[in-house]
Structures are given as C-alpha cells and as structure tokens.
C-alpha cells in the first residue's frame, strides 16, 4: 500500500504567516489523486483540496494544493485564526486509500 | 451539503459483530457512492471501504474477509458490519460521502472492543 508520511509534525506559525505543508508518498501517485482535508477537535474532517489542487467548495483562496508524483504541498498562504488545526492529507488513486499521520498547525 | 450522523453501540465484546449505521439527510442516498473510514487511537486514519448506490462494493483488502458494507435507500441509510472483533478494531469510526475524496463526513463514533 502507499504509505503517505507527512511533514513536519507540528507547525508553529503566527497568524499572518505563511504555512507550507508537506505530504510525501512511497509510490507515485498518478492521476493526482491526493486530497488534503482539515480537522478540529470535535468537529467532522472537512476536505480543502482534492485532485491534488482543486479547492473545494467554499474553500477561500489563500489554501492551495501543488505537487504530482510522489511529492505534495498545501500551502497558506497567510494564516488566519480560523487555519490553526490538524490538516491530513489522503491518497485514492492505488487500493488501499490511505492517509498521512497529519500536521497539526498550532500558534506560535 | 449532505449531512451524516453515525450510530451505533459504543462497546461491543471481543469476537461479535460490530454494527454501524450512517443516516444521511438532506441528500439522497440512490445518488452517490458512500465510504466508512476509522481511526484507531493514535493511529492513522484507515479506509474501510465504500459502497455505490447500486450496491457495488469495495473494501479494504485487510478488512475484507471481515466487512460488509449494505444500503438501504428506502431509509436513506447505510450500514457497516465488522465481524470478530478484536482489541485492535477499536477506533472512531466516520461515515462520508463519496468513494475516493470525500466532501462530507459525519462526526465519527467511538467504538470499544472490550468484554
């Protein structure tokens, strides 16, 4: 199975800054087919990006999903208070979809 | 936005069923495809499987012996059975829409292997 090993752990960013999240897969994952999804404590995941750059509904501008292969980033761009949260990120191109181990994004 | 509540019982013993059933509402069922996904504490998230309106399923191959994923569109629900428990099935266990990337997902449920 594809192993999605993601990095760092824990970032710790001011508001205003920009956050560079990184997801890095043991095989290449064709067909981007990587979504990032945002969680916080007690609430439901809610994806962001899927298709590896396509913002979801809803999803304002300053998040956005780059890479291809084996390599991945979310990105945002300026942090709002609302950002800071354990982002995940998730395969579905090779059976058994899996997901990364999460970055939790935590004021600095 | 399609909405999802999972239920269910909290502790189940070793080597019995576990059984789960996801209510969705404002959306119907006979329109998309629906996963179960579960995340054991401290672990990461694991993908159960998912299950087209149609019926046509697919499951995770180290679950597969075990699962079986149903829908009944006259209730607007789906369910997930998990056979012979162990200790290591226990998780928060989600219910979302979609069969790769998933737009929506319930709350999740804690469920409890133990006798």
């Known amino acids: 199975e594809i192993v999605l090993t993601q990095s760092p752990g824990t970032l710790f960013l001011s508001p205003g800054e920009r956050a560079t999240l990184s997801c890095r897969a043991s095989q290449s994952v064709s067909s981007s087919s990587l979504a990032w999804y945002q969680q916080k404590p007690g609430q439901a995941p809610r994806v962001f990006i899927y298709g590896a750059s396509s913002r979801a509904t809803g999803i304002p501008d300053r998040f956005s999903g780059s890479g291809s292969g084996t390599d991945f980033t979310l990105t945002i761009s300026r942090l709002e208070p609302e950002d800071f949260a354990v982002y995940y990120c998730q395969q579905y191109d090779t059976s058994p979809w899996t997901f990364g181990q999460g970055t939790k994004v935590e004021i600095k | 936005q399609v909405q999802l509540q999972e239920s269910g019982p909290g502790l189940v013993k070793p080597s019995e069923t576990l059984s789960l059933t996801c209510t969705v509402s404002?959306?119907?069922?006979?329109?998309?495809?629906w996963s179960w996904i579960r995340q054991p504490p401290g672990k990461e998230r694991e993908w159960i499987g998912y299950i087209y309106y149609t019926g046509t399923t697919k499951y995770n191959p180290s679950l597969k012996s075990r699962v079986t994923i149903s829908v009944d569109t006259s209730k607007n629900q789906f369910s997930l059975k998990l056979t012979s428990v162990t200790a290591a099935d226990t998780a928060v266990y989600y219910c979302?829409?979609?069969?790769?990337?998933?737009?929506?997902w319930g709350q999740g449920t804690l469920v409890t292997v133990s006798s």
């Open positions: 404002g959306g119907s069922i006979s329109s998309h495809s």
């Open positions: 979302a829409r979609g069969s790769g990337w998933y737009p929506d």
